[in-house]
């Protein structure tokens, strides 16, 4: 019988004879793809042994298309026997198998797997079709079946092998891998340059160096030394596991060289930090006259980037425009990326500007908006992000965490929504941990704690970064006992604390003066091995200090090895809060001797502690050489430190005209700073003015009532006192009361002016009563002129 028809080879497997009418039937899983194939009588019948002819031209085929290769348009055109096969009708199944491999195709590599074993190829043919076979099903990562092939082969040559090791590692395997790395020796089967490149890989799969130098060996005795594919693999192998030394002596040792081991050194000496000796083999490769690719250039951008040196990078880039591959997209996104990390937006949106602004990839759009959210430049970066939705260019992952941190540093809390909106319609919120959390940070970050919790709560998987944004946001929010109880809850659930829960958890006790379990973090701080992290050390030095625990403060502060401005103006600050006014400046005058430049926060600390002290020559010079001797701009905290600086001193013209002066407009802090010293010194004139500055912009602000208010009643003016509490009434404005607190065995306990909610008021008020007593027998006399009337 003789079948002319027309059909996919892999269909030609689960075709099947209807003896009734004489027709065979070919199905393939895709609808279009059906056939039926008239039975020709033939004078030479045998039984079960069949030919099929096959024309091209007699069937219409779908063109399938999968990771931008044809796949199932591959004709068979030839004479299929059987019972036999010829070299040509071998290799069109390895090209088959070929195309199942890279597209992934298992049902098609089971069915040439059926076939191949129902057909009698001989055992050759058979071998090598195996083995393209096993290779396959490694690469569609069904490696069960391939591993079950394997061990049913009754022939094996060092192709099988290789095949195996190679698929262990790219599923997994890695344990896998060596044990047939070791039998394929013990079965006596000599490795090639494959074999070796294959497990060398596998030492790198296992971060095994030793294994690494054992299979170097190997390669030295068998006489592969010289082999450029092998010494390419082995110096990649070593600078992946950390053997830079090595990697570059196997370098330098090799006789021959290509682009490809060029490109190893590069990258290797890259990923172990060696970024200059990078650029340098760049550069020597350049001189050399060997041509560049784009993992060449990719590489050494990566190590430039690093060292965030333009000059370098301007080279990089004119050998890019040498090779014309400026508009190359992966090439370019590096370019940018480069350029951006060594601070240089211009050049980066020069680059963006000239080859990728209507490119409808994504990644050089990601590339520039992180570079301005990298540089601060958040308003760009939004902006961009509009004109690449203009440019109906696909946002991804990358571009969602760039965006939402831009969005955290512009504080822009409209579009954040806007564009949490967009990614819950494109569902990335669902697959990507990282986009939940960089939303959480900006909504913590533009101040909405609601918003953090909710995308916290609707998280269905959490890491460590997931707790620590809600931490810090609770933290940073004031919200200081919901950060402690969402860092008890964190450490319930088994999460391991990392330097910034820990940090962010301290901040909430200083501020709580939780003194007890502050000091439960710092033990906890020695038991997860984070005790030479300077950020923690920090806010370690920081707790102690507002805890009132100022000697354990300076203990912390003394082991630190490396103490940087954060730590210093952590023990600065201590000082001052506690009254230790020349301890302060004389740490300040060591830290500046050690070269350490002072922050903003510094000299906040310092003109504190001038404040405080009284110090007003001192506090001024330190203020007027913000700018000139450490090149910091003041901000409004500072401006406020030095009217109450001159206010407490009783300079309060001094205090005024300073404000009058000031190269910005004073807030609500400033006036509030004049305001009190008006106060204290009984002058309700200058009360006056500076209440109605404050109230001209926060009409609801109580203390400005309650301060000018007592204000009068302190220089006598009772009648305008009453007056401006009656105002206060009428305009609805409330003052919050003022509480004290103290924390016992973990728990605070809070307590306001004629308290009658504490559970054990009585006790605390017969105390009260008893340490009254005490004193006026011991002849004490209240002075009442600092009693401020609450209004109620």
Not at 160 to 181: D, L, Q, R
Not at 425 to 454: F, H, M, P, T
Not at 503 to 513: E, I, N, P
Request: hydrophobic share 40%; charged share 20%; with cysteine.
């Amino acid at each position: 019988m003789i079948l002319i028809a027309s059909m996919h080879p892999i269909s030609l497997i689960n075709c099947h004879f209807s003896a009734k009418r004489g027709i065979l039937e070919a199905n393939h899983s895709c609808p279009a793809f059906r056939c039926q194939l008239h039975t020709i009588p033939s004078s030479n019948r045998v039984r079960d042994k069949h030919v099929v002819v096959i024309s091209r031209s007699q069937l219409s085929l779908p063109n399938t298309k999968r990771n931008n290769g044809v796949v199932c348009n591959k004709m068979l055109e030839t004479s299929v026997s059987y019972e036999a096969s010829n070299k040509a009708q071998v290799q069109k199944l390895v090209d088959l198998l070929h195309v199942c491999a890279e597209e992934e195709l298992l049902d098609e590599t089971k069915t040439i797997h059926g076939y191949i074993l129902k057909s009698n190829f001989s055992d050759n043919n058979l071998l090598l079709l195996l083995n393209h076979v096993s290779h396959a099903y490694s690469k569609c990562s069904d490696f069960s079946s391939c591993q079950v092939l394997f061990d049913k082969m009754l022939q094996k040559n060092v192709f099988s092998w290789t095949v195996m090791i190679v698929g262990s590692i790219e599923n997994g395997f890695f344990y896998n891998g060596f044990k047939y790395f070791r039998e394929m020796l013990d079965y006596g089967m000599l490795p090639d340059g494959f074999a070796y490149s294959a497990a060398l890989r596998l030492c790198v799969a296992l971060v095994s160096l030793e294994l690494g130098k054992m299979v170097h060996a190997q390669i030295v005795v068998r006489g592969f030394s010289s082999n450029v594919i092998i010494n390419t693999s082995l110096l990649n192998m070593y600078a992946k596991l950390g053997n830079v030394e090595d990697s570059s002596l196997v370098f330098n040792s090799m006789s021959e060289r290509n682009a490809v081991s060029w490109n190893a050194i590069i990258s290797g000496l890259t990923a172990n930090g060696l970024h200059l000796e990078a650029f340098n083999r760049f550069i020597e490769m350049k001189n050399k006259g060997f041509s560049q690719d784009v993992y060449t250039l990719v590489g050494v951008m990566k190590a430039v980037r690093s060292l965030g040196d333009i000059g370098k990078g301007k080279v990089i880039h004119s050998c890019v425009s040498e090779l014309d591959m400026d508009s190359n997209v992966v090439v370019g996104t590096a370019l940018i990326d480069m350029y951006a990390e060594c601070g240089a937006l211009c050049e980066a949106k020069t680059v963006f500007d000239s080859n990728f602004s209507n490119c409808g990839v994504n990644m050089p759009w990601n590339a520039m908006i992180s570079g301005y959210t990298r540089c601060r430049c958040s308003q760009e970066a939004l902006q961009l992000y509009v004109n690449m939705c203009k440019k109906n260019v696909r946002s991804d992952i990358y571009t969602y965490c760039s965006l939402f941190d831009a969005i955290a540093e512009s504080k822009c809390s409209k579009f954040l929504m806007e564009v949490h909106a967009a990614v819950l319609k494109s569902e990335y919120d669902n697959i990507s941990l990282s986009v939940q959390n960089a939303i959480a940070d900006a909504y913590a970050k533009c101040g909405s704690l609601e918003g953090v919790r909710k995308i916290f709560d609707r998280m269905e998987q959490r890491d460590i970064v997931s707790w620590t944004t809600l931490v810090t946001a609770y933290s940073q929010g004031s919200q200081w006992e919901a950060a402690i109880a969402v860092f008890s809850q964190m450490r319930e659930e088994g999460f391991a604390v990392n330097q910034y829960t820990l940090a962010s958890t301290l901040v909430a006790c200083a501020s709580l003066c939780y003194l007890e379990y502050g000091r439960q973090l710092h033990g906890l701080q020695y038991k997860t091995g984070l005790q030479n992290e300077s950020y923690i050390e920090s806010a370690l030095v920081d707790m102690y200090g507002k805890c009132g625990s100022i000697t354990e403060a300076e203990k912390v502060f003394g082991c630190i090895s490396n103490a940087d401005a954060v730590s210093w103006t952590a023990m600065i600050s201590g000082y001052a809060q506690h009254g230790s006014v020349f301890c302060a400046l004389e740490l300040f005058k060591k830290m500046e001797q050690l070269g350490i430049k002072p922050t903003a926060v510094t000299l906040l600390s310092i003109l504190f502690a001038c404040s405080h002290g009284g110090l007003v020559k001192e506090g001024l010079h330190f203020f007027w050489s913000m700018g000139k001797r450490y090149n910091l701009v003041p901000e409004m905290q500072h401006y406020a430190c030095v009217v109450d600086l001159l206010g407490r001193v009783g300079l309060l013209i001094e205090a005024f005209e300073f404000i009058r002066k000031m190269p910005v407009e004073p807030d609500e802090m400033v006036w509030q700073s004049l305001l009190s010293a008006c106060r204290i010194h009984r002058d309700s004139e200058l009360g006056e003015i500076a209440a109605k500055k404050i109230l001209s912009v926060c009409p609801q602000y109580s203390a400005a009532y309650v301060l000018l208010s007592n204000t009068y009643m302190e220089t006598g003016n009772f009648r305008e006192g009453i007056d401006l509490r009656n105002v206060m009434k009428k305009q609805g404005v409330k003052k919050e009361p003022g509480f004290s607190w103290i924390t016992i065995n973990g728990k605070a306990h809070k307590f306001y002016a004629s308290d009658q909610e504490h559970p054990e008021k009585k006790s605390i008020y017969l105390m009260l009563e008893e340490l009254r007593v005490d004193m006026k027998a011991l002849g004490y006399k209240p002075d009442f002129r600092s009693v401020l009337t609450s209004g109620d």
